[in-house]
T-cell receptor, first 112, second 115 residues
Framework: NAGVTQTPKFRILKIGQSMTLQCTQD?????MYWYRQDPGMGLKLIYYSVGAGITDKGEVPNGYNVSRSTTEDFPLRLELAAPSQTSVYFCASTGVFWYEQYFGPGTRLTVT | AQSVTQLDSQVPVFEEAPVELRCNYS??????LFWYVQYPNQGLQLLLK??????LVESINGFEAEFNKSQTSFHLRKPSVHISDTAEYFCAVSGTQGGSEKLVFGKGTKLTVNP
């Protein structure tokens, strides 16, 4: 199993550009999550999904959108990038035990 | 709402010294508590968990944490650290949002083990 994979690893965006962060898991997990991690601030939940076709907002959803058309994929979309979205983004999934989240390696995004 | 406070943002120690990373939580209901570890340039991994039963829980690499309900704490300890323990450690508490259980993370403590 590859676990949770994320692409790209790094990206630099200009203000106003859009992009999609990809997340795929091969563990057949129903629950998937997107977090952002800012220095000294811990992890903040952006969006989550409890299964294909079902998504919901987390703590900091503004400026982001998600979709979940399959169990495996959970892409995160930034429509109009802003400097405040400079962060490291982590995707995670959980299986039988909801508290044991499996994290991807992260995407480091810079918006200038 | 549940919240977590990690009292130290950075903890430098020498190799083979003991270490304690402090975590306090607030919750009006019963909680589950966790420690996650993030090694450099990696995602987080579950280190240990408290769900119920014994208040002292241990990980496979020598860390332990004790759930103290009266002090609302879940401090992480290791009697002798290695260079390889250098990482960021996150305390987390269970929370409920939209009918689903969620993890609420603290801000993290960077542990640096020096030779």
């Amino acid at each position: 199993n590859a676990g949770v994979t994320q692409t790209p690893k790094f990206r630099i965006l200009k203000i106003g550009q859009s992009m999609t962060l990809q997340c795929t898991q091969d563990m057949n997990h129903n629950y998937m999550y997107w977090y952002r991690q800012d220095p000294g601030m811990g992890l903040k939940l952006i969006y989550y999904s409890v299964g294909a076709g079902i998504t919901d907002k987390g703590e900091v959803p503004n400026g982001y959108n998600v979709s979940r058309s399959t169990t495996e994929d959970f892409p995160l979309r930034l429509e109009l990038a802003a400097p405040s979205q400079t962060s490291v983004y982590f995707c995670a999934s959980t299986g039988v035990f909801w508290y044991e989240q499996y994290f991807g390696p992260g995407t480091r995004l810079t918006v200038t | 709402a549940q919240s977590v406070t990690q009292l130290d943002s950075q903890v430098p120690v020498f190799e083979e010294a003991p270490v304690e990373l402090r975590c306090n939580y607030s919750s009006s209901v019963s909680v589950y508590l966790f420690w996650y570890v993030q090694y450099p340039n990696q995602g987080l991994q579950l280190l240990l968990k408290y769900l119920s039963g014994s208040t002292l829980v241990e990980s496979i690499n020598g860390f332990e944490a004790e759930f103290n309900k009266s002090q609302t704490s879940f401090h992480l300890r290791k009697p002798s650290v290695h260079i390889s323990d250098t990482a960021e450690y996150f305390c987390a508490v269970s929370g409920t949002q939209g009918g689903s259980e969620k993890l609420v993370f603290g801000k993290g403590t960077k542990l640096t083990v020096n030779p």
